[in-house]
């Protein structure tokens, strides 16, 4: 159960939590958005938007200013404009290639996403990485001339499953990094300076409902140097279960009897984080401080923009006059808002060439791994589905043995069978002699897998 939203006058009345918001309130300046806030005095306290959701990367600067004093305001630090002006020279027709590993981390079978989840994402990633979402039509004209492209194509490399016991809790002092070590019960990760590490696990927080986080890279000239992951083995980003993909079986609570709209763009989100991005409003304002246009995203060619969006898609949104040349409204399209998922669509040109020069520099090793064959996933066909008496399983010729799997929805092994290589299959599963219900099939070999939902009547 994730509590969704803040009740002040219990928290506020509780004085251990109390001496921590006292702590933080130190930070309060700056960096950090909300829109629904909560009061313990004269103290404020920014990390939920009125939608529930958490800042992350507030949190994030919060907690590293615990960790290291002066940080934040090391980091408010103006970017330094002609880093990026230079970087939009690189070029920028080269298609980078990353490798990622996903580490499923989970308690119940419903947090075990399956491999068709993951590769939804990964779809997601590499249309929003090279402008080939369907919904880009959707940017409103007068952005069209900034949309950007960075140009660059993640491949899965691996998926790994590890159930644990642990719980993955977020709190005002600290990040559940812990699903980034086995030896806490997640999953240690893969050489962090060759792949994008990305952990799907069940976050939990008591204050507010967190999509994922992800640390931004060290040595930019807008970050202080040693600022980034505490430690190299902590790179990465960490991911909701609820949040991946856009064929995410699990309907993501937004707390208040309705469901958030998930499209796989909380991963766009974070990598953008991974690869240096900032918030695009800058991560000033907040319900109680107003629209902060005094706070920039240091990236040139966004608009202005004083507060996040709040998980709205309002193009009438305007929350700043840009100081130079024609007032824009808010970049509600960009994925480094906080709109809805539904509208989120673009990269600036400026916003792709500072992630193509991080990913060039700050994160060449990625660059640097050796290039992996893409692996799709496999497909095959369910008829008919639903299914009373039997089902038959069309299954195309696979290049080594397959296994197929059918479970029940608390992952109970139903039915198995082994696929030869290099032959068309029909299988066919006794459905006449299961419950009436749904059941996953999963058809998987020693490096692909799919997964598909059959109907029982
Ligand atoms: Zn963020």
Known sequence: MIFTRLYPLNLCSQEKFMETIQFKSIFLVSLLSISMSFVCGQEVHEYVNSAGIINDHKLVMDIMEQRYPGYNERVLGTFDRNNYVNMSKGAKSTLHQV?????????????????????????????????????????????????????????????????????????????????????SGGSDAWDTEHYVNIWVCKLESFFGILFGYAYPPDGLSNWPAGSAAPSPELEGVVLDYRSVGRNNPVPFDDGSGGTFYIN??????????????????????????????????????????????????????????????????????NHMDYSEEACKN????????????????????????????????????????????????????????????????????????????????????????????????????????????????
């Open 264 to 333: 796989g763009r909380t991963a766009t989100h974070e990598v953008g984080h991974y690869f240096g991005m900032r918030h695009i409003w800058g991560d000033g304002g907040g319900i109680f401080g107003g629209d902060s246009c005094g706070e920039d995203d240091g990236i040139a060619d966004t608009p202005n923009q004083g507060a996040q969006s709040n998980n709205n898609c309002d193009p009438s949104l305007n929350t700043c006059i840009d100081s130079v040349g024609t007032d824009m409204p808010d970049l509600i399209e």
């Open 99 to 183: 490798n990622v590993v996903f580490h499923v981390v989970y308690q119940d079978p419903e947090e075990n996403i399956p491999d068709s989840v993951i590769y939804s994402q990964v779809d997601v990633l590499n249309e929003d990485y090279q402008r080939l979402n369907a919904d880009s039509v959707n940017l409103r004209s007068i952005f069209t001339p900034i949309a950007g492209k960075p140009n660059i194509h993640f491949n899965v490399a691996q998926i790994i499953r590890v159930p644990t016991t642990s719980t993955f809790s977020v709190s005002l002092t600290g990040l559940p990094d812990n699903v980034k070590e086995t030896a």
């Open 346 to 457: 673009m990269w600036t040109q400026m916003q792709s060439a500072f992630m193509r020069n991080v990913l060039e520099n700050e994160r060449q090793g990625l660059l640097n791994a050796a290039a992996i064959e893409e692996k799709f996933p496999i497909d095959f066909s369910l008829f008919p589905n639903p299914a009373s008496e039997i089902c038959s399983i069309v299954i195309p010729t696979l290049d080594e043995v397959g296994e197929l799997v059918v479970v029940d929805l608390l992952g109970k092994l139903l039915f198995t069978k082994t696929i030869a290589p290099g032959l068309a299959n029909v299988a066919t599963i006794p459905t006449n002699k299961m419950n009436a219900g749904i059941y996953i099939v999963t058809l998987r070999t020693s490096s692909n897998a799919m997964s598909k939902k059959l109907t029982v009547y």
